[in-house]
């Protein structure tokens, strides 16, 4: 793992805003999976859940690694967040679809922020190497609740009507 101490600023701050936005997913999927009622679905939340986490901690021994702490920074998962709190309102509605769509926006800031960490900043190979990573498993996530969503919209379902 890279310990330069002259790491720059742009590296340290990125790898910090991906933090913060682990740490969002973590508690989006956490309270997700505690309060949705279909345990496929709590299964799979509590699972990613658990990821972000280690996602997270990951990221933070990079950071402090390269002698920064972790949690300094300002708060760059704002909109993550903000995303996240919608997910609150819709699991108090108890909508299995909402909540799917939900979440399916949340992992949209988090995909969208790995892409543009990868996509804009030169990190050195052996931290692009954890963050890439990351991001593929993001993606998977996203794609399976994008899945999920959209084979649980009550307007796609079948109505029940038969063809003679």
Known sequence: ???????SYDTINCLQQLVSISRDSEDGF????????NQDLKELFAMIARQRG???TELKRIVS???EDPESSKDLGGEARLLW?????????GDEHTVLFECERGEDAAVNAYRDVL????????????????????QKSHERIRHLR??????KQPTGSSSP
Not at 85 to 93: H, N, W
Request: hydrophobic share 40%; charged share 30%; net charge negative.
């Open 54 to 56: 280690e996602f997270g």
């Open 65 to 67: 690694s390269l002698n």
């Open 150 to 155: 959209i084979v649980s919209d009550p307007a």
């Open 119 to 138: 996509k804009d900043y030169d990190l050195p190979p052996d931290i692009r190497v954890v963050v890439e990573r990351q991001w593929e498993a993001v």
């Open 85 to 93: 709190m919608e997910l609150k309102a819709a699991l108090s509605a």
């Open 1 to 7: 793992m890279t310990t330069d101490t002259t790491a």
């Open 30 to 37: 956490r309270e997700a999976s505690r309060d949705v009622r």
